[in-house]
């Protein structure tokens, strides 16, 4: 008897008993599932996962070589020759294209009309050394999908900015964000690339393929630290985490290998595309014709010196910048100081090294200008902070709203400054107001605000969306405490920790702007404040905490922290680095005696940086004791599958009794596949 291939051939083998007992003398064949079904083709290693998620989530968006797409496991690091040689042995029609990525797990066949049906009835269902083929249908391309124009750009507008070079990815293949990655790192051994292909790899690429890009991005992940989990769980000798298993992957609709499910990717609105970013930097130095320039570094030589390039053509940073960046280059080159010189061996000559704006919503910019070789609080500051001001408030400047404007010198041979170089406030007003989710924050120079306002708010209601109403919430890396503040309303204490005090003082002062009384502030490293405070929690409420890493993720005192603390039961971690956060999820959730771990629950990717290859990841964990047994409730949708199974067989042979000759004479639609069995093995 041939049965529907499973959602996944390991989440059956355990039913093997449960199917000898129903039906001992009949003989089982899975065959590959029907388009539409929940079976998934998984990848052999790690290595290939991010490429069958190219192709399974692609899909959709992308297009084939050919009329038809097979695939199969066994498909994975086999090589192109022996594939295409196995099929045209078992094809009864010949082949007219035939195209495999090596690495893949699938090919593009292309057949002759006539041919189609006669293929796809020989080649379903048969092994391929040893797992099923499975034949689907080719899509189209979309015409701007993948190598095409941006979002509703025309034809003629791709003369009006750089064009990025195509990627030599073969006609169909959906690229995922780790195979850009490598193309670029390869680029920059042979040939130089431009300022746009540095800063917006992805701009190439229609909106829908770059957050499938990084929808397949942040799956990969949930899979890297399910396997991860069962790698250290194997090595300290403990049994794994039942949301490791396929049972759990089918009881809580997850993706076949991985530990939760994952909702839609949060993608940037159309209209926030381009001009997105409420804070950049450009250097001040020279471009590759000697010219001065505020822009973009497009090279760093041996020596330490930068080659800079125009934004112009860049769609992330806003027309209000560019204008800015065009009006700094005009006032330095008509200044009596130079560029500061930043080759190494050479004296620390020169003045002007780069300049941060932050943008508000209403036009408003704040200014920061780096300098070098200028005392602070002499006549030569105040004469050139003079000249500075006028060139960016003048009335022939009046057009870039520029509302505050900070001198920070600088004099290390580094333009990352320490933290305690001099930050004088030289115009206008000393914060910049930026509202976010109905509140109003008032940020610094130096305070931390997400870049992009638009998706920012979407992440955050996702974020506060998973936290347990009523609760004592925890928003650690809290910044100017966005977050927190957002929280507030729907919970009963906040307490925001924040290493830099000038962030924490914003903080407080956000606080007493939107009259928000329950929300609590302090300085220093999360790994000391956390579990002194957690120490110092009374009453029985709920705990829930958010914690907003940077790139390396969490230090390992706040992980123990976070969880030793029986109170906190819901923990959401919002990482810019999925690698990172995989290591963390692993260490929150290895069982422990005596502890109750945390348990992934859902995952979503937010796109907060179009046409780049970052993409933030946020997770929500709970205790183990809360959720769920999935598992068990993924066994029992394996029993009842396999009893529907059986029961349709059983009426299939009924009907076949009634009915011989319609029996003999052809399937309907309602029979079982008539693929042939495996090689080697026969029908009883």
């Known amino acids: 008897m041939y049965l529907p291939h499973p959602p996944c051939a390991r989440r059956l083998a355990p039913l093997g008993a449960l199917f000898a007992a129903l039906s001992p003398s009949v ?15 998984a990848p052999a290693d790690a290595e290939t996962e991010a490429a069958c998620d190219a192709d399974a989530e692609g899909q959709e968006a992308e297009s084939t070589a050919g009329s038809l797409h097979i695939s199969c496991k066994d498909f994975v690091r086999c090589p192109p020759g022996i594939v295409e040689k196995w099929v045209k042995e078992m094809s009864p029609v010949p082949l007219e294209k035939f195209f495999k990525m090596k690495k893949a797990g699938y090919a593009f066949i292309t057949v002759l009309p006539e041919h189609d049906e006669a293929f796809r009835a020989a080649l379903q269902g048969l092994t391929f050394r040893k797992e099923a083929v499975l034949v689907q249908d080719g899509k189209k391309r979309k015409a701007d999908c993948a190598f095409g124009r941006a979002d509703g750009e025309e034809d003629g507008d791709r003369s009006k900015r750089a064009r990025v070079q195509l990627r030599d990815f073969p006609e169909g293949y959906v690229p995922t964000l780790k195979d850009i990655v490598d193309k670029e790192k390869k680029r920059k051994r042979e040939v130089e690339a431009t300022v746009q292909q540095k800063t917006v790899p992805l701009y190439s690429y229609s ?89 973009a570094v497009l090279r760093v030589s041996a020596d330490g010196n930068q080659c800079i390039e125009s934004i112009d053509d860049l769609p992330h940073p806003p027309e209000r910048m560019k204008a800015l960046c065009r009006a700094v280059r005009e006032h330095v080159k008509a200044s009596a100081y130079t560029v500061y010189d930043r080759r190494r061996g050479e004296d620390s000559k020169g003045v002007w090294r780069l300049i941060m704006a932050r943008l508000s919503p209403e036009g408003k910019l704040m200014v920061l200008l780096q300098v070098a070789n200028i005392v602070e609080n ?53 914060r910049l107001e930026m509202p976010l989710l109905g509140l109003k924050y008032e940020i610094g120079p130096m305070s931390f605000f997400q870049v992009n306002s638009a998706t920012c708010a979407l992440l955050y209601q996702k974020a506060l969306d998973w936290v347990r109403p009523g609760s004592i919430f925890f928003d650690v890396c ?53 579990p002194q405070l957690l120490r110092e929690l009374t009453g029985e409420e709920d705990v829930c905490a958010i914690v907003d890493p940077p790139r390396p993720g969490l230090h390992k005192d706040v992980l123990v922290a976070l969880r030793s603390c029986k109170r906190l039961s819901r923990l959401v971690y919002v990482s810019c680095n999925p690698e990172s956060l995989a290591e963390d999820v692993v260490k929150l959730c290895l069982p422990q005696e005596g502890q109750d771990p945390f348990v992934p629950v859902r995952a979503v990717a937010v796109d907060m940086f179009p046409h780049t290859l970052h993409v933030e990841m946020v997770l929500l964990l709970e ?24 029961a349709k067989e059983a009426s299939l042979s009924a009907a076949k009794a009634l009915f011989p000759a319609k029996a003999d004479g052809g399937a309907t639609s309602g029979d079982a596949p008539t693929n042939p069995p495996e090689p080697g093995a026969s029908e009883e």
Not at 31 to 36: F, H, I, K, M, R
Not at 382 to 406: C, H, M, P, W
Request: with cysteine; proline share 6%.
């Open 27 to 41: 003989r089982f064949f899975f065959l590959p599932p029907c388009p539409g079904s929940m079976a998934e083709a």
């Open 623 to 646: 205790r183990a004791s809360k959720v769920p047994d999935f598992a068990a409730i993924g066994r029992g949708m394996q029993i009842e599958h396999a009893k529907a199974i059986v």
């Open 478 to 530: 809290c910044g100017v405490g966005t977050i927190g503040l957002s929280a507030a309303k729907h919970c009963s204490q906040v307490f925001g920790l924040e290493l830099i005090p000038e962030a924490v003082e914003s903080a407080k002062q956000n606080a007493a702007l939107n009259k928000i009384e329950n929300a609590h502030f302090r300085a220093g490293k999360a790994e000391e404040t956390l």
């Open 207 to 295: 909106y829908d393929v770059q957050l499938n890009m990084k929808g397949t991005h942040v799956k990969s992940a949930v899979r890297s630290f399910t396997k991860k989990m069962l790698e250290r769980s194997e090595q300290d000798g403990l049994e794994p985490p039942s949301w490791t298993t396929p049972e759990w992957s089918l009881g809580s609709a997850a993706p076949v290998k991985c530990g939760c499910p994952l909702d839609a990717p949060v993608g940037t609105p159309e209209e926030h595309r381009t001009g997105y970013r409420n804070k950049c930097e450009f250097t001040i130095g020279y471009t590759p014709d000697g010219e001065i320039e505020c822009g």
């Open 378 to 430: 002499s006549e030569q500051q105040r004469e050139f902070s003079q000249n500075f001001t006028e060139a960016l408030t003048g009335k022939d400047a009046a057009e870039l709203g520029v509302v505050s404007i900070y001198l920070q010198i600088n004099d290390t041979s580094t333009d990352a400054a320490r933290p305690d170089a001099s930050l004088i406030h030289i115009h206008g007003v000393e």
